[in-house]
């Protein structure tokens, strides 16, 4: 064995001499743990210390923060109305300002706030390394482009065009816009390609860099990207959009700068940070002490079922609050449902401000004050080259993570700053397509239909049905005769509230709709849908609601429906997926229900594909829900009469819906003594109940009873792993279809040995 | 002084002990994990998310997998009303979800009046949504993109 070399005493002069060379020459200037480990906004500038020294006009900060947001709006209505992405049409996008070091300050009113809760990130490496770079520099005019979340971002499939604006010579603020484009020439087409097993699959990977000089696009590099992509006219167009949208605001922020100084912007945009995270501070700080906890359980990789769990316990101490989430399912290394942990914050700010706060400013200064706690290489916080171009899966998580542990906190406070809200229906419930249109364009992307998740129940009220996505307010469901003049896909009936898939409890979630789809005038089309749930519910009820219930992915292949209505235009009744599944009115067809993770298939002309927008979870006792409010349910057709009983417990006439007050109240005084009669008191449940470790047929990610351990077990290869939570490794997983060959070949030689036998015994 | 925790849960700070608002029953030690005062009920989730296909012909019916995931009900000992529904999969210990610093929270609640009525705080989320709604009709969302 070589002896190892002697470490080498360097003197200081030599030190900085090394380190300077080091830094000048890093080979990759990849993802900056020093930028993408920061959500905190940082120590005040030097710029901002002098705006804030003489202390500013608080009316006149609020006059001017006023105006940002009108400049802020007005970029927003720009984007969202001259946008081609379908993303962009029905709000899935943000215009925002930001400090000169890249603080996120304000963002428009209406728009997704984590796509610039993300931005900043890309904004500091921009700062960080391109200023200073001979070879690249910012200057006046300049725009940046990126996409790669690993840089900062929701997912790939979301370009931002990143513009510093300059007055008077001086680097004063960043401005942005970012739009979810869809297409991004991954490996399935769409942008979220779920059979991603690298990050190499994940199509196009912008780092920061720069596209716009003069304020004009460098139409060599539109013209590589627009060749990296399945749909190059959406490509230009929308970055046109984008670096249309940050020059109006830039105009406006312009004006204000001629108007009140640099001094008045600059001050307010960092007042606007302090005083938010001091004003998210007094909030904790209201209130109690102590731990709360959730366990959210995702069960798919969308290519197969896995059970992944995310553990968060929210400590809150004086004005500290700590979010630790270790204890978290491992990375997969070649599954695309990974989060950085960049990412994954950005997603919490969102749910703070959608579900707990929803008044406070719109900045990542609400996250600021937060400490945040996960494993490394957790599902949550993994590594870069893991892929993860399905993150959406553990960010929507995030998302609803706040709304049960927050609510045990809040509600007892004599102060509510909103209302008590069980989980939203926390999944992409979409259809994700492409292929070529009957225009003959090739193209990707997803239905607006994403934006319609049920809202949770409210302490309250019920939930609304359909309400937004968990990661904006503001989005719309879309209009379908748009997507069906622009794409093959055709809308088969309306958009029916799916019928008893509901959370129920005292106050019931908002329901989801049906959608059922199918493909006409295309050469070549197909979908494919990212969803959790289908074994194990995700949205999570409250004080007593239950959860949602799961969903599938319903298929009629090998049937042309047009083909079935010419022939007989009343074979279908009603569009409605249940008694399509029941009765199968079309002979012939291939009628399958399936998980909801489903990776890129084609759809030939005419067959039917089926999913349902999901409900949010329910709030409180079943048995104390109005028994008006279930007859209301009944005459909407939300829901069957056996549920009325089964779940509720309420008497009735089912032809006039008239409650028996009476019977009522002695059915749910009889199944209160049911309750008790069938439990068991707590510990003695807990002694019978709880096993050691998981399930051995179930495959399961995460810790089980001690956060230490990280369980990582799938039967299905006879893998059972533990390891300790600060020395996580990624999962391998294998190919489905290989372990469909590998049990196909088995029955297969089964076979074959008892064919032999036989022959050996005549 | 009595402080409401949940919509069913309430800790007494003069005891120290969690109580059912509803039954006004004295569960346990505000001190402990307040589950360990209530009975619990391990409910098949097909019997509340009951299969809405039929389940001869499919197996995944908008029924949650009882394989997979079990509901903990969780009842008051005295009037059986049902304080949580908790989804784990099989044999997984429960959550001990509500954890207070009760001489904090006795500290803190020195300075506050008794709230005997949960206060309900502005559907803020619900009026964005609406506001968003609003602003959205009063656009024109005409035809863009993907022309030939």
């Known amino acids: 064995m070589n002896d190892m070399p002697q470490k080498v005493e360097l003197s200081g002069e030599d030190q900085l001499l090394l380190d300077k060379f080091l830094a000048d020459n890093r080979l990759f200037l990849g993802p900056d743990p020093e930028i993408m480990r920061n959500h905190k906004i940082q120590p005040r500038s030097a710029m901002e210390e002098t705006a804030l020294a003489g202390g500013l006009d608080p009316h006149q900060v609020h006059h001017v923060r006023g105006l940002i947001n009108a400049a802020l709006s007005e970029a927003f209505t720009m984007v969202n109305q001259m946008g081609a992405a379908p993303g962009a049409k029905w709000g899935d996008l943000v215009t925002g300002i930001y400090t000169a070091q890249g603080d996120l300050a304000m963002i428009a009113p209406h728009g997704i706030i984590a796509f610039a809760a993300c931005c900043f990130y890309p904004i500091r490496f921009i700062i960080k390394n391109w200023i200073d770079d001979p070879t690249v520099g910012v200057r006046d005019g300049d725009g940046f482009i990126h996409n790669d979340a690993r840089y900062g971002g929701v997912h790939n499939t979301d370009q931002s065009m990143m513009m510093p604006l300059f007055y008077k010579g001086e680097l004063v603020c960043w401005l942005s816009s970012t739009i979810h484009e869809g297409e991004n020439g991954a490996c399935e087409p769409g942008g979220m390609p779920a059979a991603a097993e690298s990050k190499y699959d994940e199509g196009i990977k912008m780092s920061p860099f720069k596209v716009v000089e003069n304020f004009q696009l460098k139409r060599d590099l539109v013209t590589f990207l627009q060749n990296s992509v399945r749909d190059p006219k959406l490509q230009l167009e929308d970055m046109k959009v984008k670096l249309h949208g940050v020059m109006r605001l830039r105009e406006r922020i312009i004006a204000i700068l001629d108007q009140f100084g640099k001094d008045m912007l600059v001050g307010t945009l960092r007042s606007h940070l302090e005083d938010t995270e001091a004003e998210m501070r007094r909030r904790i700080r209201e209130m109690p002490d102590g731990t709360t906890r959730v366990l959210q359980f995702m069960d798919s990789s969308l290519r197969e079922n896995a059970l992944q769990k995310i553990s968060l316990a929210i400590t809150v101490k004086g004005e500290r609050m700590i979010m630790d989430f270790r204890g978290t399912a491992p990375q997969f290394m070649n599954r695309s449902v990974n989060t950085n942990i960049a990412s994954f914050k950005a997603a919490l700010c969102t749910g703070l401000l959608q579900n707990i706060w929803p008044d406070l400013p719109h900045t990542m200064a609400v996250l600021s004050p937060i400490e945040i706690i996960s494993d490394r290489n957790s599902i949550i916080d993994a590594e870069g080259e893991m892929p993860q171009a399905m993150s959406l899966m553990p960010m929507f998580k995030a998302c609803v993570a706040w709304t049960i542990p927050m609510n045990k906190f809040n509600y007892s406070l004599p102060h509510k700053y909103s209302a008590i809200i069980a989980s939203q229906y926390d999944q992409a419930a979409t259809f994700i397509y492409g292929g070529i249109t009957q225009h003959g364009d090739v193209t990707g992307n997803f239905c607006g239909d994403i934006n319609g998740n049920g809202q949770g129940a409210r302490s309250h009220a019920d939930g609304e049905h359909s309400v937004s996505p968990v990661f904006g307010f503001m989005c719309d469901s879309g209009e379908h005769e748009i997507n069906e003049e622009d794409t093959p896909i055709i809308r088969l009936g309306a958009q029916r509230i799916a019928k008893d898939r509901i959370g129920f409890g005292k106050y019931r979630g908002g329901m989801g709709y049906e959608q059922i789809a199918t493909a ?167 002694a019978e109940w709880v096993t050691p470790e998981p399930p051995a047929h179930l495959p399961y990610f995460g810790s089980w009873d001690d956060n230490r351990r990280i369980y990582a077990q799938n039967p299905a290869i006879n893998l059972k792993v533990v390891m300790d939570a600060d020395q996580l490794q990624g999962v391998f997983m294998p190919n489905p279809k290989d372990l469909q060959i590998a049990a196909l070949e088995a029955q297969l030689a089964a076979q074959g040995a008892e064919l032999e036998a036989c022959r050996a015994a005549r | 002084m009595k402080v409401l925790i949940t919509e069913y849960l309430r800790i007494n700070l003069d005891t120290e002990n969690w109580e059912c608002r509803r039954c006004d029953h004295v569960l346990n030690s505000a001190r402990e994990n307040y589950k360990r005062g209530l009975r619990v009920y391990d409910r098949d989730p097909r019997e509340i998310h009951k299969p809405l296909l039929d389940p001869q012909r499919y197996a995944r019916t908008y029924s949650p997998d009882p394989q997979w995931c079990r509901i903990l009900e969780y009842y008051c000992p005295n009037c059986g009303t049902m304080f949580e529904a908790e989804y784990l999969p099989p044999g997984h210990p429960p959550l001990h979800d509500i954890e207070l610093d009760i001489d904090a929270l006795k500290a803190q609640w020195q300075g506050r009046e008794e709230v005997t009525e949960p206060v309900t705080g502005p559907d803020l989320a619900l009026e964005k949504v609406l506001l968003g709604r609003k602003l959205h009709a009063e656009h024109e969302h005409g035809h863009h993109g993907h022309r030939g």
């Not at chain 1, 289908?534 to 083909?563: D, H, M, R, T, V």
């Not at chain 1, 199944?671 to 510990?683: G, K, L, N, T, V």
């Open chain 1, 520 to 686: 006409r005038g295309s050469g070549m089309w197909g979908f494919m849908t990212g969803c959790e749930g289908s074994k194990f519910p995700s949205a999570q009820g409250l004080f007593g609601g239950y959860s949602c219930p799961s969903y599938q992915l319903l298929k009629i292949k090998g049937i042309n429906i047009f083909e079935e209505l010419k022939k007989n235009p009343k074979i279908v009744e009603v569009f409605d997926i249940v008694r399509l599944m029941n009765e199968q009115p079309i002979k012939g067809g291939r009628y399958s229900s399936n998980d909801m993770g489903m990776t890129f298939e084609l759809c030939d002309e005419g067959e039917v594909y089926m999913i349902c927008q999901g409900a949010g979870g329910g709030y409180g006792d079943v048995l104390e829900r109005d028994p008006e409010l279930v007859m209301k349910d009944l005459r909407e057709d939300l829901m069957s009469h056996e549920n009325a009983w089964d779940i509720y417990r309420v008497v009735y006439d089912r032809e006039q819906l008239v409650v028996d007050v009476e019977a009522t109240a002695e059915a749910r005084a009889a199944e209160r003594r049911a309750r008790i009669a069938r439990s068991q008191p707590f510990d003695t449940f807990v």
